[in-house]
């Protein structure tokens, strides 16, 4: 049997004790047979990250755990989380998927993700178990650690999305607020060896600096959203505090790649042109952001789920910014489709440049990105057409209607500076 082995892969060693206790609970899609064809991972191509900040405070380096993990990856249905299953799933260790499979977008690309995960892990025997279920009942939740009992989680499930959080609030207090303290509630309560979660550049948005660095005070969240994944940063803190648990907070800077969610900038630029619909564009173009292929957040999220730092919170971004008439001649590049545009006046606010610090990471994780945007977007717009092509039941377009309220602006304004270019 042969195994692709990342850097810091298991060396597959037998299960210790964290086998089934015995509990009657069956995962809804629990495959059983041995591990098939591995999916090769896309090479990077070149280096964006800017390592030239130094880290003024040296910490110990915490040694990565290279042996066979069973891990819970939340939200593994979802774009981040089922890009992470899958690579554990390819280097050899388990994964056991918790997802409510909610509507926040098409529910099919989700069950894709799911079909995808089943046929990496090897179809019958695969090591991926499934479940359906909301991560905040306490009761279907303690059942899914009884029968799994997982000593590594990666939480990744949440309600994303700015703008929706400042509609329905309550919904974000629910899955991530009361979602991770449940999960953390249960990672300590069964021993978990550590517990990394996905927290969001969002909690930088009341922020006027240009590099976002974790030592700043991020006390302004702006939006529910952002409070929330402020709220789990601290709550986490205080696991760490009482019960000694491993956690490490991790701020995606704006996630984009293959598989990617239909309400965020990538994916809505390239369905846009690719289509032939107008993109309304606020301002010159000049301000930028900073775009994280999907490879590198997968790469952040593993280095971090094997290495079982105290309590930490790291920024993974590509560690520089992408104009936004860069942006556009990318997609338009690489559709090879002439963009739409309606040019609009400057909106109040605007920032010129922000992005991710990511000296932090790169010390204590040896996180670096690799893939530029330019080689992000050929391939993202590749997937793109490949799925359009091949799979006419998986819309990844957006939605028409949709299309009248969300603009371009979004991306590169200060008023929205959080909003999908952070969720
Ligand atoms: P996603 O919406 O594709 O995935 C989240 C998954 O969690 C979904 O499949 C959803 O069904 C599931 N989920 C939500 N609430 C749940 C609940 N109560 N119980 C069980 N499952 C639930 O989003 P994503 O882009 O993959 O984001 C993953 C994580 O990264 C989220 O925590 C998000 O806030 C964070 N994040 C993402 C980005 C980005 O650019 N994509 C940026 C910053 C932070």
């Not at 509630?185 to 948005?205: C, I, P, Q, T």
């Not at 996630?255 to 993109?279: C, N, Q, T, W």
């Not at 990105?369 to 793109?384: H, K, L, M």
């Amino acid at each position: 049997m042969k195994i692709t082995h990342a850097t810091s892969a298991p060396a597959l060693y037998e299960l210790d004790d964290d086998e089934n206790s015995g509990e009657t609970l069956v995962p809804i899609e629990k495959e059983n047979s041995g591990m098939g064809a591995r999916l090769g991972k896309v090479e990077s191509t070149s280096c964006f990250s800017d390592l030239s900040f130094a880290v003024e405070t040296p910490k110990e380096i915490v040694k990565p755990h290279t042996q066979y993990k069973k891990v819970l990856v939340t939200g593994g249905a979802g774009f981040i989380g089922s890009h992470v299953s899958q690579f554990l799933l390819e280097r050899g260790d388990d994964v056991v998927v918790v997802d409510e499979m909610n509507d926040y977008y098409d529910v099919k690309i989700k069950e894709s993700n799911l079909q995808l995960l089943q046929k990496v892990s090897g179809g019958k025997n695969g090591n991926v178990s499934i479940y359906r279920g909301d991560i905040c009942d306490e009761e279907f939740m303690l059942n899914v650690f009884e029968a799994e009992r997982p000593q590594w989680v990666c939480h990744m499930a949440a309600r994303a999305g700015v703008r929706p959080s400042i509609e329905d609030p309550f919904v974000y207090i629910h899955s991530n607020i009361r979602g991770t303290t449940q999960l953390m509630e249960l990672s300590h309560k069964f021993g978990v060896k550590n517990f990394v979660f996905a927290s969001s550049s969002s909690v930088y948005g009341g922020s006027s600096s240009a590099y976002f660095s974790e030592e700043e005070a991020v006390d302004n969240p702006v939006s529910p959203y952002a409070a929330s994944k402020k709220a789990c940063e601290l709550l986490s803190y205080t696991y760490h505090h009482l019960y000694k648990l491993n956690v490490t907070g991790l701020r995606f800077f704006t996630v984009y790649g293959p598989r990617g969610r239909p309400d965020m900038a990538p994916f809505k630029f390239i369905d846009r042109v690719s289509r032939g619909i107008e993109l309304q564009k606020f301002g010159d173009g000049s301000s930028s952001r900073d775009y994280t292929y999907i490879d590198d957040i997968v790469d952040g999220v593993v280095r971090s789920l094997d290495r079982q730092h105290a309590y930490e919170v790291f920024n993974l971004g590509k560690g520089n910014g992408t104009s936004l008439n860069e942006f556009i001649g990318l997609v338009e590049k690489h559709t090879g489709k002439e963009a739409i545009i309606k040019q609009l006046p400057d909106q109040a606010g605007d920032v010129p440049y922000t992005c991710a610090d990511v000296s932090k990471a790169s010390s204590l994780l040896g996180y670096k990105a690799r893939v530029s945007f330019e080689e992000g977007i050929r391939r993202t717009v590749e997937w793109y057409s490949n799925v359009n092509g091949s799979n006419p039941a998986i819309d990844v377009t957006v939605p028409k209607e949709k299309l009248v309220s969300d603009s371009i602006c979004v991306v590169h304004s200060k008023e929205h500076l959080s909003t999908p270019v952070c969720a």
